[in-house]
């Protein structure tokens, strides 16, 4: 008793000594020094420290399930600190600066609420947690695109529940959400209040893409599922990316890295560290995409994907992407010039960064429309085809198709280019109609549009004029939206044999 005693007796003598402090200054408003001098004496009582969490650990949180679990924050120096959760109840000493952290032992899935107790010289009681599966997304404006605004588009034409009215069905327990304050990520809450159940007016706020995504998971994976989402929009890649990743960058170091690096890593996802978690998504592009970048951001990409494995320390984490959707950039005006074909070139650059182990992306070149613009709508399809990588490529769920048809190489034969197509599931017309958005070019190096078939998993590209071909396009153009699917309902990924490292022969 006499633990929980002494704090209360502490912060009466210190309010006390205040109000002593106040009433000086009153009576003796021209003797400033004596105000100095109790003030100075006021400062010098010792304060008393307690528990303090990091604001990502609160009520209604899931833990990751199958991993050991981190659970840090601050308290006196010295001071023992306790953490109880389901049966384990590891102890440490926090440092000289006051951290400490405890690492519980993985736990599985569990939808049923449970508590997680800190002791120390205070008590903090963390309620209704869940255990299965938690993923950080991040990005611009079409992931930090609201479930407000997804309420607000037009229709589509679907069999079953329609997901523009997702938030008034929006009831699940089991799927957790927590909205990143750019502010107040890095100041603790005493009420701990910053995980919401997915629903009302939390969910409004929050991610439609994140939050489709948690839904196809939990769907198919019958555990709780926790999302954290951190966005802005307009922003650029190199704000999240810290400078120190930048420094140690082979590519990027002794340089000057324009877009403000560190500037959200920082405030917006420094501070999760060291949450346990299953990995990444990632939705950005667009303000790179409107600089015309190819290569360097493709490094760019393959900076930020191994320093935030780095901060989390773990080599593997998945990291799941989404290509950049139709859209007129080629109608902006602005310093840089760009064409009809720098959308194109900049997929290409994101496809390029799956060359890091553990990565994948999604196509969207079917996801676009006038009423959308650069934000279309189609995030429940953003996050069901994120769901398919992760439930394929991290959870090896059987029977699980997550890419569409990919390039893998092409044979001249005669006047027809014969594109060889790497799918899991048979290649189609999306729409039954002839292939669009295929083109050719002979050794004039000049490209018209081709007529393009299917036989077998290969595409057969010709077109009057071009006797000898040497090269083929496909979906090469800011707005392009090819009927070229699997029968899973995945769309082709846009390529050119012509890119200097392509597969081709003769």
Known sequence: MKKHIEPCRNATLRVSALNDAIRTALISRREGSRLYIVLALFLSIPA?????????????????????????G????GEAVTV?????????????????????????????PAELVISGSNTIRLRNILVGEVWVCSGQSNMEYTMRKNSKVTRPDMPGPNPVDELNVAHNPAIRIFLVN?????RPDSLHRDWAVAQDSALRSFSAAAYFFAKELNKRLNVPVGMVATSVPGSRIEPWISTEAFAKDSVFANKKVDGEPGKFWEPMVKPLVPLAVRGFLWYQGESNCFLAETTTYTQKMRTLIGSWRAAWGEANLPFYYVSLAPFKYSDTHDKVVLTRETLPLFREA????????????????????????????FKWEIGRRLALLALANTYHTPGVVAEGPVFRSMKVKGAVAAISIASAAPLVSKDGKALTDFTIAGPDGVFVPAQARIEGRQVLVSAPGVAHPTAVRFGWDEVAQPNLFSEAGLPARPFRTDKPDSSASK
């Open 74 to 77: 601050t308290a006196a120096p």
């Open 182 to 186: 750019r502010k107040t990520l890095a």
């Open 84 to 112: 109880q959760f389901a049966g384990q109840h590891p102890g440490t000493k926090a440092d000289a600066s006051g951290k400490w952290q405890v690492t519980l032992k993985p736990l599985t899935a569990s939808a049923t």
């Open 350 to 377: 994101q496809a390029a960064a799956l060359q890091v182990p553990h990565t994948a992306m999604i196509e969207t070149t079917d996801l676009a429309n006038t009423e959308g613009g650069i934000h279309p709508g």
């Open 48 to 72: 008393h420290a307690t528990i303090t969490l990091p604001r990502i650990l609160g009520h209604n949180m899931v833990l990751q399930r199958e991993k050991p679990l981190p659970i840090w």
